[in-house]
């Protein structure tokens, strides 16, 4: 099973780097979920295929990760890669030496780097000074492989993406958030972002992405109301009130974000509920009971537990999909 994925021939990533989703065209963008779509088919049915053999991958890691480094590994080895995991203290990235040396050096032994870490110009270093893909699996400022996997989700849901209506509830400036509007604006999704004015995203990126949807059909919008913003929506998504490194803001956070909790009367404000027409996503991990040590003492934080474990939440599909979508990035841009 060597050689090119046949969905969406025509269109070629091969040696492209993924560091935002403002870097891939809506036709890109469209071709890595119908090839996350064609790899998610050949694995339910058995087949490991045999792309990425004696490819060699470097797994860079600044922040722990559960699903991020579990899919990368997965995808890679199904396809015959090897795979490297290296941490932050395993390198002397940006300490002892320059990430730009580093970059050299690595890109002489890898066919692709995945980088998940603190500083989105740590990722742009290593994309002009390796020489072979780097693919951002987190940064401050986006989450692009977290976005293709939330986008493919809710296309399996739904059999498209155009005109249906995703909602984001909470932390409105962070990197998940902020790679959803991009990506969702270039498939023609209609996106809100509903959160309090304190954390509101950059201005010039919700321009960039109003942009985006005005080409594609969809919209943006910045909502403060969650009841207001809900309304009609097929997906509602949220995600950790604090982010890692915002340990310091844990209470002041919380208390900020409480009236953006998405619970069982959020859903049915969708007035999709009783129809099936509305998904609930997080991409993980998810503080929705008592069972975690931050929890224990406060209970659900961002989702209630009714809702997570809600015949309509797609959370875990969500994660698996990490898998798929992260084999279609590795194979479309090492082919």
């Known amino acids: 099973m060597k050689g090119s994925p046949s969905e969406n021939a025509d269109v070629s990533l091969t040696g492209r780097s993924l560091l935002t989703v403002q870097e891939l065209s809506a036709a890109e963008l469209q071709y890595l979920l119908n090839l996350s779509a064609q790899l998610k088919r050949e694995r339910q049915h058995g087949v490991r295929g045999n792309r990425l053999e004696r490819s060699n991958i470097a797994?860079?890691?600044?922040?722990?990760?559960?699903?991020?480094?579990?899919?990368f590994t997965v995808a890679a080895e199904d396809e015959g890669a090897n795979v490297t995991f290296m941490r932050a203290t395993d390198m002397h990235l940006g300490k002892k030496e320059s990430i730009a040396d580093t970059a050299r050096v690595l890109g002489r032994m890898y066919d692709g780097i995945l980088f998940r870490g603190y500083l989105h110009e740590t990722a742009e270093l290593l994309a002009k000074y390796?020489?072979?893909?780097v693919w951002n699996g987190l940064s401050d400022r986006e989450h692009p492989t977290q976005t293709v996997a939330d986008l493919f989700t809710v296309q399996e849901c739904?059999?498209?993406?155009?005109?249906?209506?995703?909602?984001?509830?909470?932390?409105?400036?962070?990197?998940?958030?902020?790679?959803?509007?991009?990506?969702?604006?270039?498939?023609?999704?209609?996106f809100v972002n509903c959160t309090p004015k304190e954390l509101s995203p950059d201005?010039?990126?919700?321009?960039?992405?109003?942009?985006?949807?005005?080409?594609?059909?969809?919209?943006?919008r910045i909502e403060r109301e969650p009841k207001a913003a809900v309304e009609g929506a097929n997906a509602v998504y949220t995600d950790v009130w604090v982010s890692m490194?915002?340990?310091?803001?844990?209470?002041?956070?919380?208390?900020?974000?409480?009236?953006?909790?998405?619970?069982?009367?959020?859903?049915?404000?969708?007035?999709?509920?009783?129809?099936?027409?509305?998904?609930?996503?997080?991409?993980?991990?998810a503080f929705h009971d008592k069972y975690t040590e931050i929890t224990k003492e406060i209970g659900a934080l961002e989702v209630t537990d009714d809702v997570f474990e809600a015949p309509f939440s797609r959370v875990f599909d969500q994660a698996e999909n990490r898998m798929h979508t992260a084999k279609a990035l590795m194979v479309a841009t090492l082919l």
């Open 158 to 190: 739904f059999g498209e993406l155009r005109d249906l209506k995703i909602v984001y509830v909470g932390d409105g400036r962070n990197n998940v958030a902020n790679s959803l509007m991009l990506g969702a604006a270039k498939v023609g999704v209609h």
């Open 203 to 220: 201005l010039e990126l919700v321009e960039a992405a109003s942009r985006l949807a005005r080409d594609t059909g969809g919209s943006v």
């Open 245 to 285: 490194g915002e340990e310091a803001v844990f209470q002041e956070r919380v208390d900020l974000l409480r009236p953006y909790q998405v619970t069982m009367e959020l859903m049915r404000g969708t007035g999709h509920l009783e129809e099936g027409k509305v998904i609930f996503l997080h991409c993980l991990p």
């Open 130 to 133: 390796a020489g072979v893909p």
């Open 59 to 71: 797994l860079l890691f600044e922040k722990v990760s559960t699903r991020t480094r579990a899919a």
